[in-house]
Structure formats: structure tokens, C-alpha cells
């Protein structure tokens, strides 16, 4: 209440008071940057951008949090997609704008992300969230407020499904992510005795779950499946447990810091010194060799990749470089999937977006959604990106490295001669 009505009778303070309470919050303004038409009568469910204004896509990226440099990887892929764009002139003359939201990889964080795209009306798709948790945060907001969103790293199975039509993604799925990696260590390695760590994140918790299934079902005896939690920097009573049992692999599921210093504390812990280390796409980034430093050798990190252009990725690397100074991998591995995901919702809005007589450019939301899984199959950097009937957009398989020389080298799967 504005400092000037405290000398207003107790009563009316309070009248005042209520009042206040009872009114509901302004509505905000789009940014000045990218004004967007006023919607005309009838034409509820579109966003109508003015001539001269941005097409403006949302992007929630884990720039703080677990793994901000996979995040910051994924940013770039973005924004190359978005800077590709302009240079071919946009849509029917609009250029794109990437509206960058920090989703923090963490599912309150994600629901914030999720309600600033919804109350701005100039957003007209999100490509994210990075995380599993963050997504899961991001997709009630998104689907009440009818903006698709194409993830490029969010692996959990339930990200997508027949509920939710915005739900989409061009990552691979960690159903099919633990069902190789089950039969990467019971099969190739010979293993049968096989402990799973995971960092109780959406991501990790639910991948340990799949694996577990996976490979206690091919026969392998499973000698514990422990929690831990994301920051967490000391494993050793946990590892102390674990190695009590003698297990011939330890599988950790989660993302890459946590992952390393277990893979560290693994060399100190008493029935462990031995043991075979396996962890997952979280993991697959410099932060986990440089965290678990020379422990990091001969472990073994499986990584869900796509069929890519060798001669498209070159071009996209040469392009990163130059932008930003370092090359993709110094950062993460999710760059090609999400410069996929900005394309992939591009080209829906090349499919349904028209120019009215005002010289606006339509974009009808329920014909984006239904768009984007009716993409003509196109070449991304990952493979031929086309989505099915509940979003799964991917292209390839899961790829096995093991760490040779301080370098991931490709050991199995998607992608050997």
C-alpha cells in the first residue's frame, strides 16, 4: 500500500486492504522488442506477430545447477539454429528470436520457466527443457497454455505420451538407453553380479530403474541399488556398502560430477579398487574426466546418439567455433539435438503460419501442435528427425565409450563399422 494512506482511519486501511487482495494482478506487457498484434475477435488461440516483430521461441536451458556446461552447450545449438535461420531469410520475411530461460535442470525451476512462457503471448513454441525434472516442471504449464515444446536431452520415458500433445523430444529415450546398456554389461562384459547407484533425480532414478529391470531380467544377480543425491561429494560409506556385496560392475545413472567422484572414491574403497565402472549420458561430458581424473580410465559411459551428417556436423562445428570460441564437446553432447529441435519447430511453423491482409504473420497454436508431428521427414544434425504419434522425434541409437587415454573412444553400438 503506497505510503500515503497511513494516516487513513484503521478502517479503510483494511477496506483498502481487501480491496487489493481481491483485484487480480496486472497483466504484463510483451517486451518492446517483439510487439505482437492485439488479437482481433475470433482469433483467440493465435499468435498474431505484427510486421517488423520476432518470432519468438521460448528456450529453457540448465545454465545454473548440475551441469551448466552441457546447458550452456545446449543454448549454443539453439542459437545457431535460430542465427541459420535469419541467414535464409526466416518465415515469409519474420525473423526468429530465441527467448533463453535458465531451467536450472530442477522441476521448480522448470515450472517457473514454464509460467513466464505462458503469461507472454509472443512465445509461440519452447524448445527444452535440458533436464528430466526440469521438463517434467515445464510440461503442465505448457500444455495448459497449448505451447509445444520439443526437448533436445530430456531422456525419461514419461516425457512424452498419448496425454500430452505438446510433448515432444528429439532425444533418444532411456528405455531404450538401459535396455542397451543392461545388455552391454551382461552380454559384452560378462558381468552378473552388478550393483546401480542413481542420484534420485527424475533422470537418474528412473534410469537405474530401467537398467535393474533390464538386467536382473537377463539373468544377472543385482547386489544393491542405492540412492544418493545431486551435490552430494562424498560416496564413501555409501561405496563401503556397496562393495561389501562384490559386485563385478557398478552402474551409476545421473549426471556427470556425482558421477565422477564415485568413479574416483570407487579406487579407495575396499572391494571396489577392481571394479568396473559404468555411467550414462549425463555423464558423457569433460566435467566427468575432469572430476574423476585418472579414475576415469577404463570406465565406460553410453551415450544415446543419432545418425548424423558427417558432412552437415562439420559445418555446424566450424560454425560453433567460430561463435563461441571452443568446440561443441568441450561442453557437452546435446548441441546437435537441440539446434534439431529449433529446426524441427521451424519447419512446423513454415507448414501453418500465414500472412493476413494486414501484413501480420498467423500462427494458429492447435495447428502448430498437431504440425509438429506431421514434419515431413527432414535431415537434421542427428539423423532424419520425424516425430510419432506421442513425440518421439529421434533419430539412431545408444553408442558405448570407454574412456581411453584422458578421450571417449567408441567401443559398441549405434555408429561402429
Known sequence: MPKQFAVLS???????????????????????????????????????VAAGAMIRIGGSFALSGPVPDPGLDIRHGAELAIDDLNAAGGLEGFMFELVAEDGACDGTQGTNVGNKFAADRTIVAVTGGTCSGETFGLMPILQEARIPFV?????????TSAGCDVCNRVALSDALQGATDAGFVFGDLGFTKVAVVHDNSDYGKGLAEIFRNDITGLGAELTSFEGVQVGDTDFRAMLAKVGAAGPQAVFFAGYSTEAGLIAQ????????????????????TQQYLQAAGGAAEGTYISFVAGADSEEMNAEFDAKYLEKYGVSPDELGPFHSQSY?????IAAALAAVAAVDDNGNLVIDREELIAAIRSVDAFAGLTGTIKCDSIGECGAGGVQIYQVTDGAFVLVSGFGME
Open 151 to 159: 526437448s533436445p536431452s530430456a531422456t525419461n520415458p514419461d516425457i
Open 265 to 284: 572414491q570407487m579406487t579407495e574403497t575396499p572391494g571396489l579398487e577392481d571394479t568396473a565402472f559404468m555411467s550414462v549420458d549425463g555423464a558423457y
Open 340 to 344: 534439431d529441435s529449433v529446426k524441427l
Open 10 to 48: 484503521l478502517f479503510l486501511v483494511a477496506a483498502l486492504m481487501l480491496a487489493a487482495c481481491a483485484a487480480p494482478p496486472a497483466a504484463e506487457a510483451p517486451p518492446a522488442e517483439a510487439p505482437v498484434e492485439e488479437a482481433p475477435a475470433g482469433m483467440s488461440g493465435k499468435v498474431v
